[in-house]
């Protein structure tokens, strides 16, 4: 059965399904339903809610509650999610599983309260200090916001890391039929190195720190073995109309649902356009996309942003076919203005067309 | 009594502490492994080591542990408190680590009554980064960056952190104790003790700030530092009982 959910509630509700019965954030908008909901819907379901004096509190609560072993969230924008980045850090470093939500506001600074995807960066690229990745998830509808929670939690737990889901404003308003998992996790997979009390066990400890050069460097292999298992495994993209596509369009969230009509129509005019939309960004699609754009003539990078994820398209298809097109600070572009820029790269000529790259 | 003084605490791993001579950290370590022991918690006990000089403390600690970022271990112990309620959580922190860039984190565990212990250790200056000025560093103190002396026009005044805690609500039980002299260090565990109980009993957040001595850094024999901390951290830093269930006393 569907219900209809705003996004920021879906995601609390998928994460309650989940097993999640823990959740410490700070308000800021456009994740503050997010906070809400489960003020409400936590203490329900016998777990806790709690309002952090900051996000830097929030983060390190969520530090202390997965090294306990719990299924537990944090949530922010923008300005929040620059606070958290040292706690991210450390819980990839303590290798503590949890899942962080940003639903992305315009930036730099306070920037503003509008869709944004300019975080992309600072999500891909760990955004704290030291070598490390996270599993960042892409949703695209408030149907995805239920089902990348509930798969960011299996993640999370699979390869003890925090996941994070970079969602957006437009997303986290915008209220859609959804259908909720019909079985809720109660049974948690075994946490033996968790932090409980050491009864009947060595002690156990969650650390970040090794003074000796040798001993971190292994740590640091051991982590980049991780991040490469999960990078050979993980990574996903859905694929539209890219069979002989000559133009392919790239786009995650908000925005590939806005590409997509824009596919569909340049399609229908005799474009020969595709879309790949990454679900996961890190690890980013790279050989779905590359194998999408084999034959194409040129590649649409779209953001709402001066162009982040462009760099990983080009990483994967090579510079020279790569376009971009996008908006910042809050704008969302069109489907008009995307096909406009599918016409312009495809240089459409009495019905057939020659790409001529820019 | 004296008997158990020369017995290995359970609680202590064998691990050799790396402390300095004269330095507080491994009397104050040992004072909560004697009391963990006496209240036989051990096995139920999770504590968190902060960064500063005690960041090894889950070294020594023969319990589970976690190690926080700086300043944040308040609020790492509040997660791990409110996913294990029945279980004991204490975090050990420095001056620097709770007083200055942790303000926010103590304040707020303090004021929501988290059901947590905190052992403050107090030595008036950033001992792990080589002796730099902390929140508590005495007006005229000399430190590394405050060369001439902790002048109060430009750094202003030391914070006095358990005083400022006792005016909330949330706390149950907050003292302020000294280890520069057998007596005291006495004094100091039964202080620790009760804090601990506190928190067994489940009534409210519980502090123990410890004045303790940092001879490497302040550049002293470690019998010269007790005396300094005597004459000079004292007088600033007035100890005794600020929160406790049965009212509030200062020691003369
Ligand atoms: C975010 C951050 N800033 C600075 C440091 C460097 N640092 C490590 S220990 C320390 C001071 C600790 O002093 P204190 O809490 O007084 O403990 P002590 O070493 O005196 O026991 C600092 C500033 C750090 N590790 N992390």
Known sequence: MKILMKGNEAIGEAAVLAGCRYFFGYPITPQTELLEYLSRRLPEAGGVFLQAESEIAAINMVYGAAGAGARVMTSSSGPGLSLKQEGISFLAAAELPCVIVNVMRGGPGLGGIQPSQADYFQATRGGGHGDYRLPVLAPACVQEMVDLTVRAFTLADQYRTPVMILADGLLGQMMEPVELPAAPVNELPAKPWATTGCKGRQKNIINTLYLNPEELEAVNQRLQEKFAAITKKEARAEEYLVENADIIVVAFGIVARIAKEAVKVAHAQGIRAGLVRPVTLWPFPEKILAAAAARAKAVLTVEMNAGQMIEDVRLAVGNERVHFYGRMGGMVPTSKAILEQIRKIGGIVRGKYAVRPA | ?252
Not at chain 2, 14 to 28: E, K, L, R, V, W
């Open chain 2, 1 to 252: 009594m004296a008997n158990t003084l020369f017995v290995r605490p359970e609680t202590l791993t064998p691990d050799p502490f790396h402390y300095c001579p004269g330095c507080g950290h491994g009397i104050i370590h040992r004072l909560v492994a004697e009391v963990i022991d006496e209240l036989g918690v051990r096995e139920t006990t999770i504590g968190v080591a902060s960064v500063g000089c005690s960041v090894l403390a889950y070294k020594y600690f023969n319990f589970d542990m976690q190690q926080a970022a700086h300043g944040r271990a308040p609020a790492v112990a509040t997660g791990i408190k409110r996913v294990l309620p029945d279980r004991v959580v204490f975090t050990y922190q420095g001056d620097g680590d709770l007083a200055s860039i942790g303000l926010a984190e103590i304040v707020h565990a303090a004021a929501r009554g988290e059901k947590i212990t905190v052992i403050f250790v107090n030595n008036a200056n950033y001992g792990m980064t080589g002796g730099q000025m902390a929140p508590t560093t005495l007006p005229g103190q000399k430190t590394t960056t405050s060369p001439a002396g902790r002048s109060v026009d430009q750094a202003g005044y030391p914070i006095r952190v358990s005083e400022m805690l006792a005016t909330l609500d949330g706390p149950a039980y907050i003292a302020r104790v000294s280890i520069h002299n057998p007596p005291q260090i006495f004094k100091a565990k039964k202080a620790i003790r009760k804090a601990f109980e506190t928190q067994l009993r489940g009534t409210g957040f519980t502090l123990v700030e410890v004045l303790s001595s940092c001879p490497t850094n302040w550049g002293m024999k470690p019998a010269e530092a007790f005396s300094w901390l005597e004459k000079n951290m004292l007088p600033y830093f007035p100890l005794g009982e600020y929160k406790a269930a049965s009212g509030v006393s200062q020691d003369d």
